[in-house]
C-alpha cells in the first residue's frame, strides 16, 4: 500500500538542458509580457509510478504529456525508451497501478476512475457515456494494449497464470486473457492490498471493516477464505517471508474518539505480528513504544514491512524522525535503527533478490530528496546514492542487479526517468519528449528561507524571486494536504510540479512568491507534522500565514499594499483564513477547493447518546467552526477567485457554495471558476490551464497598483 497523495544539478548529466544556452532576460516593468506562458511552463510531461520488471534489467513507468497518460519501457543494454500504449486525448483517464508479468514480457495497468479515491467514476470531459474503471494489458512485441475487464489492483500469481484484482471493494480473478473473470470473496468491507505468497498457493488481502480489519488469506484451488488471528484492532499490511513460511502484518489499536485533525503525537502502540503459514494464531515480534513513535507512521512504499533475512525492517518514529528499524525475530523486541540523521524516510523499494533497501530521503538535505541504501542488517551503515540540487525518488533497482532507476527533477526540470546502469553516468529515460517550447533556461533558482510565524515558530519556504526590477507585488502560496513538503524544484506529485510551475510563471509576470512550509506539514520531524492546535483544532497555522505576510511586507523588493495569497485543497482553507482574519495584509487571494467550514466535517462523529461524549462532540463542533474563514467573514473585504470541480470528492464543492453565499451577503467583491463533473485534483490538463491562466489574470487585476 501507498501512502498518500531528478535533475542532478550538473549538466554532464543532463545532456538535453545544452540545447539552451543563455538565459532569457524579462522585460523591464512589473507587469511586462512574461517571458514564457503557463502552456509552456506545463509543457513538459511528469513521469509517475517507475517500476523494474521481475526478471532482466527493465524499466517501465507512467508518463502524462499535457494530459495523455501513457506506458513507457526501456531496457537493457540500450535503455532507448519506447511508448508501448497510445492513449492519445486529454480525456482525464487516469492509468495507474502498473505490474509486471512474471516473465516481463507484458505489463498490466488500471485505467479510468478515480484512482485514490475509487467510487463512481468521474467524467470531466463530459463524454456521453460515462468511462469505467478497467484493467488493461499491453505485451512488449509491438501489439496494442487493450482492456481486460473492469476493475482495478491486478496482482499477477508467481506461475504466472492468474490474476486478482479488486471489483467494487471485492476479490475477483481472471486468466491473464482476461477469461474465466469470477468473484472469489464476497466479504463485507472492503479489500485491498492483495500479496500472493512465493509458491502461490495462497493470495493474503486486507480487509477493511469500518471501525476494524483484518488480514484475510484466499486460496485458489480450495476457493476459501480465512482470517489471520482476528481482532478489533486494525490489522493490515500483510507480507510473505521470502521462502513463504511466514506471514508478517501491523496490527494498529482501534480508536473510536471519531476526532477530526487532532494532533496524534503518541496514541496506543501499534506492533507486528508474525503467523507461521497454515496456522490461525499469531504471535507479536515487536511493539511501539509509549511516547514518541508509539503512533504508525507510514513510508511511501508497496510494502511498510520487509522481510530481510531473519529479520525485519519497518517505518518508526521512534526519533521524531520517520527513520527505518529492524527488528530480528530471534531477539524478541530489540528494534535497531537503520537510518539516523535528522530528516525523513520516505520512497522505500526492496532489492529483487530481497536485501538492500533503497529510499530516498531528506536527511543532510531538508528541502529536497536523494536517494539511499541500506542492506537491512542490524550493523549496516547507509550510503548516499544521490545528492546535489536534483530531487531523487521512487528507485526501482534492477532484477538482475545491474543498474538502478529512479524518477528525478531539478528547478528547471520536471519528474523524468533515469538510470544508472553499471558504472555509467546516470541517463534521462525519454529526453526527447521535452518540449522545445519548454523554458528551462528561463526558470528562477528559489532559494530557500526561513521566516518566524507570529507565534515565534521557525518555519522552512522557497521564495522565488522576478528577474525584473521592483518594488514587486508579491504572492504567499499555501501546499494543500496538510501533509506535504514543498521542495526546492519540481514536485514529485502531480498536483504540486503543477503548483511549482505556476510559481515559477508567476515570478516571470514579475511578483515576488514565497512558498510556505507551514506547521502540519511532513519533512520536519514527527512534531513539527503533529502540530498542537492545527486545523479545525485551533488554526494555528494562521500564526504561520501572518509571519508570511509580515516577512513579504519587510522585505524592500516588495510593494507591501501589493500582498496576495493563494492555494489549493488546504492552501486554499489558509488562503480563506487569510483574507478573513487579515484583509489588511492580503489584498486579493485566489482559493482552490478549500475548506471554509470544518465543523460540517463532523456531521456523522456522533455514536453514543451519553451526554459527556454528545458535550465533546458539541465543543469540538464550536472549535472546529471558530478555527474556520466562515467563523470570520464580517471582517473580510479583500477580493478572491474561487475555483472548484462539482464532483471533488476530498472537500465537497458544498464548501465552496456556502462561502460563496456568506460573501454575497457580506457584499465581499468574488470571481467563480467553476469545473462541471471535475474532481479534486483536476484531471483535464487543460482544466489546470484555464485555472491557472485565470489565477494570473486576477492577480494581474487586482494587485496591478495599489488599491487596483
Known amino acids: 500500500m501507498r501512502y498518500r497523495d531528478l535533475f542532478n544539478g550538473t549538466l554532464l548529466y543532463y545532456p538535453y538542458v545544452l540545447r539552451l544556452l543563455v538565459l532569457f532576460s524579462l522585460p523591464i516593468g512589473v507587469f511586462a509580457q512574461a517571458a514564457f506562458t503557463i502552456d509552456q511552463v506545463m509543457s513538459a510531461p511528469f513521469a509517475s509510478s517507475l517500476v523494474a520488471s521481475p526478471t532482466g534489467a527493465k524499466l517501465a513507468w507512467l508518463l502524462d504529456e499535457q494530459g495523455r497518460h501513457n506506458v513507457w519501457v526501456a531496457e537493457a543494454p540500450l535503455f532507448q525508451a519506447h511508448k508501448v500504449t497510445d492513449f492519445n486525448s486529454d480525456d482525464g483517464q487516469e492509468i495507474g497501478d502498473l505490474t509486471w508479468s512474471k516473465d516481463g514480457q507484458s505489463l498490466f495497468f488500471t485505467r479510468g476512475g478515480e484512482l485514490e479515491n475509487g467510487g463512481e467514476n468521474p467524467n470531466p470531459g463530459l463524454l456521453p457515456a460515462r468511462p469505467d474503471q478497467s484493467i488493461w494489458t499491453v505485451q512488449l512485441n509491438g501489439a496494442p494494449s487493450h482492456k481486460l475487464t473492469e476493475g482495478r489492483s491486478p496482482a499477477v500469481s508467481p506461475a504466472g497464470d492468474l490474476v486478482t484484482f479488486i471489483r467494487g471493494g471485492q476479490l475477483f480473478t481472471m486468466t491473464l486473457s482476461g477469461q474465466s473473470v469470477k468473484e472469489a470473496v464476497r466479504e463485507a468491507g472492503s479489500v485491498t492490498g492483495l500479496r500472493w505468497s512465493p509458491n502461490g498457493k495462497s493470495l493474503a488481502f486486507t480487509n477493511t471493516r469500518k471501525d476494524h480489519s483484518f488480514v484475510g488469506l484466499y486460496a485458489p484451488e480450495q476457493q476459501t477464505v480465512r482470517y489471520l488471528d482476528p481482532s478489533t484492532d486494525l ?38 505480528r508474525v503467523a507461521n503459514a497454515g496456522e490461525t494464531r499469531s504471535k507479536q515480534v515487536f511493539r511501539a513504544s509509549p511516547g514518541m513513535g508509539s503512533a504508525f507512521h507510514g513510508i511511501v512504499s508497496d510494502d511498510q514491512l520487509h522481510w530481510v533475512g531473519d529479520g525485519i525492517v519497518f517505518p518508526y518514529e521512534k526519533t521524531g524522525w520517520c527513520h527505518l528499524f529492524r527488528v530480528n525475530l530471534d531477539i524478541n523486541g530489540a528494534a535497531v535503527e537503520l537510518t539516523p540523521g535528522e530528516g525523513e524516510v520516505e520512497h522505500v523499494e526492496q532489492a529483487a533478490n530481497g536485501g538492500t533497501l533503497f529510499y530516498s530521503s531528506n536527511i543532510g538535505d531538508i528541502d529536497r530528496r536523494h536517494l539511499w541504501k541500506n542492506d537491512g542488517s542490524s550493523s549496516a551503515t547507509p550510503k548516499q546514492i544521490t545528492s546535489g540540487q536534483a530531487i531523487e525518488w521512487n528507485p526501482a533497482p534492477l532484477a538482475d542487479g545491474s543498474g538502478l532507476g529512479y524518477l528525478a527533477s531539478g528547478y528547471n526540470s520536471r519528474a523524468h526517468a533515469v538510470v544508472q546502469a553499471g558504472n555509467n553516468r546516470p541517463a534521462i529515460l525519454a529526453a526527447e519528449t521535452i518540449p522545445s517550447g519548454f523554458p528551462a533556461t528561463q526558470l528562477v533558482r528559489p532559494e530557500p528561507v526561513a521566516i518566524t510565524a507570529a507565534d515565534g515558530l521557525v518555519l522552512h519556504g522557497q521564495l522565488f524571486i522576478p528577474q525584473s526590477p521592483g518594488p514587486h507585488p508579491a504572492l504567499a502560496f499555501f501546499h494543500g494536504g496538510s501533509r506535504r513538503q514543498m521542495l526546492l524544484g519540481f514536485h514529485y506529485m502531480a498536483y ?71 492555494g489549493g485543497s488546504y492552501g486554499g482553507y489558509l488562503t480563506a483564513l487569510a483574507l478573513a482574519r487579515a484583509s489588511d495584509l492580503f489584498h486579493a487571494g485566489v482559493d482552490f477547493h478549500g475548506v471554509h467550514d470544518w465543523s460540517s466535517f463532523l456531521a456523522d462523529s456522533v455514536h453514543s447518546g451519553d451526554p459527556a461524549q454528545q458535550q465533546a462532540f458539541h465543543e469540538a463542533a464550536r472549535l472546529a467552526f471558530d478555527s474556520s474563514p466562515l467563523a470570520s467573514i464580517r471582517t473580510w473585504r479583500s ?65 496591478a497598483h495599489p488599491g487596483g
Not at 510473505?240 to 503525537?265: K, N, Q, V, Y
Not at 502540519?520 to 520531524?525: D, K, M, Q, R, T
Open 639 to 703: 477580493p478572491v477567485l474561487l475555483i472548484h470541480g462539482d464532483d471533488d470528492r476530498n472537500v465537497p464543492f458544498s464548501q465552496t457554495v456556502v462561502l460563496a453565499d456568506a460573501l454575497r451577503k457580506q457584499q465581499v467583491p468574488f470571481e467563480e471558476l467553476i469545473f462541471p463533473n471535475e474532481i479534486h485534483d483536476f484531471l483535464l490538463h487543460r482544466h489546470w490551464l484555464e485555472a491557472y491562466k485565470a489565477t494570473a489574470d486576477f492577480f494581474d487585476r487586482k494587485l
Open 235 to 272: 490489522d493490515s499490511e500483510p507480507v510473505w517471508s521470502p521462502d513463504g513460511r511466514r506471514l508478517a502484518f501491523l496490527r494498529i489499536p482501534s480508536d473510536t474518539r471519531g476526532s477530526l485533525h487532532a494532533p496524534e503525537r503518541t496514541a496506543e502502540p501499534w506492533s507486528i
Open 496 to 566: 504540486y510540479s503543477n503548483a511549482y510551475a505556476m510559481n515559477q510563471y508567476l515570478a516571470s509576470r514579475g511578483y515576488v512568491v514565497l512558498s510556505v512550509n507551514y506547521r502540519s506539514g511532513i519533512g520536519y520531524g514527527l512534531n513539527f507534522r503533529e502540530a498542537l492546535q492545527y486545523g479545525p483544532g485551533g488554526g494555528s497555522e494562521f500564526n504561520d500565514v501572518i509571519g508570511a505576510g509580515l516577512y513579504l511586507k519587510s522585505r524592500p523588493d516588495v510593494d507591501g499594499k501589493r500582498i496576495g495569497v493563494w
